[in-house]
């Protein structure tokens, strides 16, 4: 049996995750859920800790007496419930988080946001939103984020806030339920052998604006590559001149399937539109998602891309012609393989979950 060690003295060791999504009843299936929360209490019960995670829809006073320390994920202050709860967690001591791995706690910009500026929330329903995450945010001193930006955020906000950079990581059991190694061997795409794929996997319908950024250089590499097509798992507005010949569509995948497409390509794209407060404070998740499986990708300049730039399988792009420049040595079979082969073991030993996970679990027992 597993020895457990006492992590949290005098206590029973019960970390709870309380996110807010609207997946109430299978938060697992919210990919930011995945992140923040499942794989953190992965790694916290590898090291002998119990670890739950509940939306913060069903939390109660009478919940919160299990557990030993609190990790509220994107907490919701438009909940009346929050302050009940937190003040009873309070009361009797207990260490208590907010994480946040989006910038959504900052009126001021609300009207910047992706919801907003992709039609997805009209200005008064962003502006409510907005404001029910600062009432949320407001609750707290101690904070975990998932990028430097957003640390910077915060501390504007709160300048004596303690603040944990505590960065995305894939989950081990996760990863390991797939057969990464032969199917990153593989060179055939999801359209047979004769056509070579590149993956865009936009997720939501509040990256429109982001592939717009690059749709002209894009254009033009397929224009000059034929044997190319771009894949486009979920909602995305195209522009008019975009040749849809190249183009296949594919519907909203929940995340186990989503995950398992990226491993067809021959390489990625994630386009990111620059001078935009709310992609810069972005995770580079989309590289290490792509990367196990032996996919490299054409990156825009985010903080958190920017670190695993030792890699040979990401390409950092921000301007139109190193857009180019990347994805015409990415088409090269010679160098792309080159790069394929070195990836899964670079994202084993760099984006696993295991080291946020244990920087997490000291700023708990802080």
């Known amino acids: 049996m597993k020895k457990k060690h006492n992590f949290f003295p005098n206590v029973r060791e019960r970390v709870l995750f309380v996110t807010q999504t609207g997946r109430v ?63 009873a967690i309070r009361k009797r001591g207990c260490r208590v988080i907010a994480d946040y791995d989006d910038l959504i706690f900052a009126p001021e910009y609300a009207l910047q946001s992706s919801i907003f500026l992709n039609g997805i929330r009209n200005e008064t329903q962003t502006k409510g939103i907005f404001s029910n995450n600062y009432l949320g945010f407001m609750q707290f001193d101690s904070f975990t984020v998932s990028t430097g930006p957003l640390r910077d955020q ?82 995305l507005e195209l522009p008019d001149a975009f040749p849809r010949r190249s183009l296949i569509r594919m519907p909203h995948r929940e995340y186990r399937d989503f995950f398992a497409s990226v491993g067809t390509a021959c390489f990625n ?22 990367g196990i499986w032996g996919v490299p990708s054409v990156v825009s300049p985010l903080e958190d891309f920017k670190r695993f730039e030792d890699s040979s399988g990401i390409k950092i792009s921000s301007d139109a012609e190193k857009w180019l420049e990347a994805m015409n040595l990415f088409a090269d079979d010679e160098f792309r393989l080159a790069a394929s082969k070195e990836l899964p073991l670079y994202c084993y030993e760099k984006c696993m979950a295991k080291e946020p996970g244990l920087l997490l679990k000291s700023v708990l027992e802080g």
């Open 25 to 87: 009843e299978t938060p697992y299936l919210d990919p930011s859920v995945r992140y923040r929360c499942y794989n953190h209490a992965e790694v916290l019960e590898d090291e002998g800790l119990g670890a739950d995670v509940i939306a913060q829809q069903k939390l109660t006073v009478r919940l919160t007496e299990n557990y030993d320390a609190f990790v509220f994920h994107r907490p919701y202050g438009g909940d009346p419930n929050l302050v009940t709860c937190l003040d």
């Open 154 to 235: 915060i501390l504007k906000l709160k300048p004596d806030a303690e603040v944990t950079v505590v960065r995305n990581g894939l989950s081990r059991r996760f990863v390991d339920s797939f057969d990464l190694p032969s199917r990153a061997e593989r060179s055939k795409s999801v359209v047979g052998d004769s056509l070579k794929v590149i993956s865009y996997l936009s997720g939501t319908a509040s990256h429109n604006c982001d592939f717009a950024s690059i749709a002209d250089v894009l254009r033009e590499f397929l224009n000059s590559h034929p044997e190319f097509r771009l894949v486009i798992a979920g909602p």
């Open 269 to 290: 794209i994630a386009p990111l539109k620059s001078n935009n407060v709310f992609n810069d404070c972005k995770s580079g998740l989309k590289f290490f998602e792509s």
